[in-house]
C-alpha cells in the first residue's frame, strides 16, 4: 500500500494507520472483556444477612449491598432497626447515616433527609428514600429489597 513512498515516510504512515485502528478497535475489545468475565449476581442473594451487634451506639449504621444496590441499615434511638435504600434521589450518589443531624446526608450536592428517609424541604433530593423490610430474629437481621409497607396513621 506504501511501497511508492521513502522508508521513513512509510513506517510513520503504518505507524499512524495501526495507532488509528487499535484506538478504533480497543473500546469494542475492552466491552467484550467485560461481557465475557461478567460475574454478576445471576442467581445471587436477594437479601443481606447482618447481625444486630453490627450497629452499636458508636457505629448506628451500616452499608451493605443487595443485588448490587446499596442499602443503609440503621439502628435507632429507640433500639429499632430500620432500612432505607442508600442512593440519593438526586444524582444517584450514596447517602450516609448522621445521628447528630438526625437523618441521612449526601455529600454529593448536601442533599438531606429526615429519620424517615424523608427529603427535607429545600435542600436538593427531589424524593424520599424508600424504607425497606427487615426482619429480625433474635440477633440475626434479614434486610430485602422489598419495600415496607406504608402504615395509615
Wanted: proline residues 8%; glycine residues 8%; charged residues 20%.
Amino acid at each position: 500500500m506504501f511501497d511508492h513512498l521513502p522508508t521513513k515516510r512509510r513506517n510513520i504512515l503504518r505507524a499512524l494507520v495501526a495507532g488509528a485502528l487499535t484506538a478504533f478497535v480497543a473500546p469494542f475489545a475492552y466491552a467484550i472483556g467485560k461481557f465475557l468475565s461478567f460475574q454478576g449476581t445471576i442467581g445471587g442473594s436477594n437479601t443481606a444477612k447482618l447481625s444486630a451487634a453490627d450497629l452499636t451506639p458508636d457505629s448506628p449504621s451500616k452499608l451493605v449491598e443487595i443485588e448490587g444496590e446499596p442499602v443503609i441499615v440503621v439502628r435507632e434511638a429507640d433500639n429499632s432497626i430500620r432500612a432505607f435504600t442508600a442512593t440519593c434521589t438526586h444524582l444517584g450518589c450514596i447517602v450516609s447515616y448522621r445521628p447528630q443531624m438526625p437523618g441521612f446526608y449526601c455529600k454529593c450536592h448536601g442533599g438531606k433527609y429526615d429519620v424517615n428517609g424523608i427529603n427535607v424541604p429545600g435542600t436538593r433530593p427531589p424524593s424520599p428514600l424508600t424504607e425497606l423490610v427487615v426482619n429480625e430474629q433474635a440477633d440475626d437481621l434479614t434486610v430485602s429489597l422489598t419495600p415496607k409497607a406504608k402504615s395509615l396513621s
